[in-house]
């Protein structure tokens, strides 16, 4: 036993030492190939006040959140009226039999696995200003063309296209959060634009029992498809107006205020963003363990999510209600995932612990799960408190995206990382629907089995990303210690009122300088993981 750790020390020390010399060769370039931010700031350290920073987090919430909240609320709605298609007679209309509907939904996600290896390098290299009206434009033409197709090839095509311009939305907004917000400010500004779940559920649940009152030569999906597709596709050319890039370039901060709203951001340890894709950083985001277990909570939480957004409205359906009130529903749905979101968030942000409450929230999906699967489908009250049990899933994932970018460092690592996420979620999308087979109505518990044992999965991953953090913070410890600083670092960046970086290393090594090189959470002795 001793041999064997004798070799795992060596094994340790060796990476250690990589990593050490990884980082002074990055200290080094100053500004070359580094963070945009290190360009404009360089070694100055900026006095931020606590009303600066409130100042400038007001006008990033009203500029760059605004639009992030409202073009994610699109991408549901987008994503979720094929559903409500199903209940005001698509599968009729297009002749879909057996598994069909189930891959005209699954098929955009396959899209997007098709597309995410090429979606980190665009979020690295193009700018977002550009990148996500070119997105919206894609995804809702795609959207808008649904509505004139009369048969299954027709709906896969555009199912397709509206996946493939979807695959980098998740990744693109998580990059974005990360790189204009405070580790603290993350939980809450990712819970604003994922929360747009319940919203553009509840919406298109109204919407659709709105159209389906039309009586006219188009059918009611048709209209809902049209109606979601160009609301999109107009959104497009405003995006382009209102969004900014990055923090260096934006033009509503003047030019005392991007100094000041990158000097916020330095006690994140994560960089505002940079135009270089380094291979090397991709590398060593594919080789890490705790990339794979956040793929993993992606890929186990999207497979019960999307069964909801397909298969929800079928399922309420099955308990005997008529396609108006089976829209109307699934308004209560939507309000759960709202006032599951943004408690679940806010208790993450106000006691800086994410993994308790992601843990939390999932009991109830299980119990859900379970009560759907052993209920009679004659007890219609407690099988829709049941159903709307599942909406507390949707809590989880603003959880998982801010508990990940506050535990990533580098620009390309991090976009590859949140592309191998949602790479995860949509091979969840795409299991989903095909767990639920038409002809195991009304009570589908072969899916329901599934759906149960894959909820249990996720609660054991998310204890052993705690495990592996925890791991990783005290070889981050042992490091610091080893380059004259302090054992244990006082993090910053998830305090809740702004705290100045100026602090000093036990033999005056300074502090917080390491911010702005581009540097993996890997590589910089000061990045403090969190739970």
Known sequence: M??????EDAASQHHTDEADVEMKKNLAVQGKGGDLAARIIGDQQIEVTEEDNKRIRRKTDKRILSVLVWVYFLQILDKSVLG???VWGLREDCNLSGNEYSMVSSISAIAQLVWLPFSSWLIVKVPHRILMPCLVLG???AQTCMAACNDYGGLLATRFLLGLFEAACLPLFSVITSQWYRRA???MRVACWYGTNGLATMFAAGVSYGFGQVNGAIASWRILFLFAGLITVLTAPVVYWVMDNDVSSARFLSEKEKLQAIERLRANQTGTGSRDFKWGQAL???IEPKTWLFVGMALCLNVTAMVTNTFGPIIVGGFGFEPAKTSLLNIPFGAVQLLIIFPSSYLAHRFRIKSVFLEAILMPVLAGAIMLYLLDRSRTPPLLAAYYMLAFLFGGNPLIVSW?????G???????????YNIGASAGNIIGPLLFNSDDAPYYRPGLEKTMGITCALIAIVGLQVAWLFFLNKRQERRRVKNGKPAKLRDLSMEHRYVSNREEGETGAPLGENAFKDLTDSKNDEFVYVY
């Open 185 to 187: 400010e993350q939980p």
């Open 284 to 286: 060593e985001a594919v």
């Open 2 to 7: 001793s041999g064997i750790s004798k070799v």
């Open 404 to 408: 990940m970018i506050s535990n990533i």
């Open 139 to 141: 995804w809702g033409t």
């Open 84 to 86: 409500y298609g199903a």
């Open 410 to 420: 580098g620009a390309t690592k991090k976009s590859v990382i949140m592309s191998l």
